[in-house]
């Protein structure tokens, strides 16, 4: 049985919700165990993820998020950035399931996080269950 961490940026909660309720289902629906912490912003998912694994405690990650596209270009490093990192992560070794939403309005992450429509929570932990799966093949 794996222990799975999923890191949310619980910026908007009621999407998050939808994301964590995907997320957990698929987990416990795959007979593995999960925890839950939250950061505050896409762009601190990959670092806390860098120390999660350094405890040696969780054989997979997940994370989730929304960022939903503004008026600036911060959106654009928001978006970027967490996935790069997020990737290089991965390519260090970790089994990594990216659920960040990248999205243009909030009706658009609303029909991605929904478990019953994309339900991309979902998605991300079966994505990180599967690489975990290749990791533990390739040891």
């Known amino acids: 049985m794996a222990h799975v961490l999923i890191i949310e940026a619980r910026f908007y909660a009621h999407l998050n919700d939808l994301l964590l309720e995907g997320a957990r289902a698929a987990i416990e629906a ?3 165990s999960h925890e839950t912490i939250t950061v505050p912003g896409a762009l601190e998912i990959p670092g806390a993820v860098a120390l999660a694994a350094e405890t040696g405690r969780y054989d997979a990650f997940v994370a989730l998020g929304v960022v ?19 990737m290089a992560l991965t390519l ?3 089994a990594i399931g990216n659920g960040i939403l990248t999205v243009e309005n909030e009706a658009q992450a609303l029909a991605r996080a929904r478990p019953d429509e994309k339900d991309k929570g979902g998605e991300a932990a079966k994505a990180a269950l599967a690489m975990l799966a290749l990791k533990q093949r390739f040891a």
Request: aromatic residues 8%.
């Open 68 to 86: 939903i596209r503004g008026e600036t270009y911060h959106f654009e490093i928001v978006a970027g950035e967490s996935a790069r990192a997020l």
């Open 92 to 94: 260090d070794g970790l």
């Open 30 to 32: 795959a007979g593995h």
